[in-house]
């Protein structure tokens, strides 16, 4: 949906580009692709976090299954690590070799 309005209102720019402003056409063909650009690197930058999130949840998910994930060179499991929800951070529990050791679940594999 979100898409959907973008594209309205980047239509009606082009509209107000054509017929109030008072640039030659090659003027209009920059301003076009400056605008086309922006567009599209919004687009791109919006399904990169899309799947960088998709794939921490993925992490979190297996955590909470009581699968072992692997996070920068370090095994994780419900044993040694517990989830900070708010902060998506797995911390050592006490008494184990970890204690203490935070480890965000975005650098999980």
């Known amino acids: 949906m979100a898409y959907i309005a973008g594209l309205v209102v980047v239509g009606l720019f082009f509209l107000a580009l054509h017929y109030f402003t008072e640039l030659t056409r090659s003027q209009k063909a920059i301003v076009t692709g400056v605008v086309l650009s922006i567009v599209l690197f919004a687009i791109a930058f919006n399904k990169y976090n899309d799947e960088k999130t ?48 935070m480890i965000s679940a975005s650098k999980c594999e």
């Open 54 to 101: 998709q794939a921490m949840l993925g992490a979190v998910l297996k955590f909470n299954q009581n699968s072992t994930i692997i996070c920068e060179g370090v095994e994780v499991n419900k044993e040694n690590f517990t989830l900070s929800i708010g902060t998506y951070t797995f911390i050592g529990k006490e008494n184990t070799p970890y204690h203490g050791q």
